[in-house]
């Protein structure tokens, strides 16, 4: 079993960047496919973005697509989410999350391990 926990989150500007990082323990993060979900206060929890278990498929949610890129370096064990351009609207708590499997979809029950998550906010 892998453990997860998410660092990086913070205050910033609208248009500044932030970036996530993910370190996995346990586990070798070779071993799974991994993502971002987030949820904002009032609002059901969305995907962001996902990458495939060998790291070389990668998809995003279409409200962040061209803004934000996941990578992840398994050398480190770690996966990142660089956000760029970032705007009120995306205002979260960010989760981190794993799954047994070489590739995963946007969908939530797919993956098998969710870190504690780690609050971003935009400014306006």
């Known amino acids: 079993q892998v453990q997860l926990v998410e660092s990086g989150g913070g205050l910033v500007q609208a248009g500044g960047s932030l970036r996530l990082s993910c370190a996995a323990s346990g586990r070798t993060l070779s071993m799974y496919a991994m993502g971002w979900f987030r949820q904002a206060p009032g609002k059901e929890r969305e995907f962001v973005a996902g990458?495939?278990?060998?790291?070389?498929?990668?998809f995003y949610a279409d409200i962040v697509k061209g803004r934000f890129t996941i990578s992840r370096d398994n050398a480190k064990n770690t996966v990142y989410l660089q956000m760029n351009s970032l705007k009120p609207e995306d205002t979260a708590v960010y989760y981190c999350?794993?799954?047994?499997?070489?590739?995963?979809?946007?969908?939530?029950?797919?993956?098998?391990?969710w870190g504690q998550g780690t609050q971003v906010t935009v400014s306006s």
């Open positions: 999350v794993g799954a047994n499997r070489p590739f995963t979809t946007e969908a939530a029950r797919e993956y098998d391990y």
């Open positions: 990458n495939s278990r060998s790291g070389g498929y990668t």
